[in-house]
């Protein structure tokens, strides 16, 4: 190894053992808010089918 080299741990059972306890069980370890935007269009079956494509 040299200064300046990048280098990582690729195994760390300690680390692993608290990143499987954050997402396992049922109730979720933290919670964040998010923004998202959602886009889209409702398409109606020009021939009235009643079918609804979406």
């Known amino acids: 190894m040299h200064i300046g080299d990048r280098i990582w ?6 680390l692993d053992k608290q990143l ?3 997402f396992s069980g049922e109730n ?8 998202v935007e959602i886009y889209g ?9 009643g079918n609804i494509n979406y």
Do not use: H, L, Y
């Not at 741990?9 to 300690?14: C, F, G, H, L, R």
């Not at 269009?41 to 089918?49: G, L, P, R, S, Y």
């Open 9 to 14: 741990k690729t195994s760390d059972p300690e």
């Open 20 to 22: 499987r306890q954050s």
């Open 28 to 35: 979720p370890q933290f919670q964040r808010p998010i923004d």
């Open 41 to 49: 269009e409702v398409i109606i079956d020009a021939c009235n089918t």
